[in-house]
């Protein structure tokens, strides 16, 4: 019974492939997003989708994709990877009232070598 | 912008006793949530306490209690009667209301419970 789920938990790839990440949520919320967190922690939000569609988009490479098929889904795709994209990749789920908190999954950790 | 500032980036508390961890902000924003969440070795990240800017009442979760001070943007987490499971990764977060779960986190505190 998974609230946000997302796969892999863990992604070790080459430089220069493209790589998916996905995402599930069953909570029947509006809301998904993708935050990234750093190699000293930091989290910052990359992108947010409401009702399959793109909200925000923070300054992020566009070899980062997201793809909403429907609201209870949100991947995210990386195209030519580089090392500086190692990092845990966070999707977060929240219904549209502005006081609704975040539920994030558990994170899929990106090694690019 | 907003910013969110976590002055302490690692602290240790006995068993038992009490904590408290620190966090300021800044914003000219008037209509905003603050949260706490709690990143366990696991990876997950976990909801530890909310609190809206309106109200003036701390929020309290079982141990987990805020002092927030508006005026002086202050926002910090009292834990008490800590417990091993406590050890965490503990980040606060800023959200202007309206805008759609752009949150804003500090840099962490790294919270050991030692028995």
């Known amino acids: 019974d998974t609230a946000v789920s997302q796969t892999p938990k863990y992604l070790v790839t080459q430089m220069g492939n493209d790589k998916s990440i996905k995402c599930e949520q069953n909570l029947g919320h509006d809301t998904m997003y993708w935050y990234k967190q750093d190699s000293k922690k930091f989290l910052k939000i990359m992108f947010s989708y409401n009702n399959k569609e793109l909200i925000i988009n923070e300054t992020v490479p566009n070899r980062f994709s997201p793809k909403s098929p429907d609201k209870a889904h949100l991947n995210l795709h990386i195209n030519s990877l580089e090392l500086g994209d190692s990092a845990v990749y966070f999707c977060?789920?929240?219904?549209?009232?502005?006081?609704?908190?975040?539920?994030f999954g558990n994170g899929t950790r990106l090694t690019v070598t | 912008a907003q910013t969110v500032t976590q002055s302490q980036p690692e602290m240790s508390v006995q068993e038992a006793e009490t904590v408290t961890l620190s966090c300021t902000y800044d914003t000219s924003e008037s209509n905003y949530y603050l949260f706490w969440y709690k990143q366990p070795p696991s990876r997950q990240m976990i909801l530890v306490i909310r609190q809206e800017a309106y109200k003036q009442q701390n929020a309290t979760e079982n141990r987990f209690s805020v002092n927030f001070q508006k005026a002086a943007k202050s926002f910090s987490l009292k834990i008490s009667d800590s417990q091993l499971g406590d050890t965490a990764m503990y980040f606060c977060a800023f959200m202007r209301r309206g805008s759609q779960g752009n949150l804003i986190f500090g840099k962490g505190t790294k919270l050991s419970v030692k028995p």
């Open positions: 977060a789920s929240s219904q549209v009232r502005g006081d609704s908190p975040l539920h």
